[in-house]
Nanobody, 118 residues
Framework: VQLQASGGGLVQAGGSLRLSCVAS????????MAWWRQAPGNQRELVAA???????NYGDSVEGRSIITRDDAKKAMWLQLDDLKPDDTAVYYC?????????????WGQGTLVTVSS
């Protein structure tokens, strides 16, 4: 099982990015999916999460300027980030709770770097 995150890059403050995460491998179902981020010297923090029913939850730091979506048929999840700020600079990781065999487990992607210049 693998999660592949992409879409990061260098963007100016006020700009936008759309991050993607695609799951592959031998799993049969997806429960929740989420984006986390970690800036240098900081702990990893939750950015946004979405349940299998489409219920979303956002971290305070991105509330109102981000949208998380998913498409289970494509085994994919996206994070639209708008009005980016230098404080959004971090490595963004996707996480998914997947059913592998008879076991639900959490899987992490490798991360994609977002750098916001002032």
């Amino acid at each position: 099982v693998q999660l592949q995150a992409s879409g990061g890059g260098l963007v100016q403050a006020g700009g936008s990015l759309r991050l993607s995460c695609v799951a592959s491998g031998s799993f049969t179902s997806i429960n929740f999916m989420a984006w986390w981020r970690q800036a240098p010297g900081n702990q990893r923090e939750l950015v946004a999460a979405i349940t299998g029913d489409g219920v979303t939850n956002y971290g305070d730091s991105v509330e109102g300027r981000s949208i998380i979506t998913r498409d289970d048929a494509k085994k994919a999840m996206w994070l639209q980030l708008d009005d980016l700020k230098p404080d959004d600079t971090a490595v963004y990781y996707c996480k998914a709770n997947l059913l592998v065999g008879r076991t639900w487990d959490n899987y992490w992607g490798q991360g994609t770097l977002v750098t916001v210049s002032s």
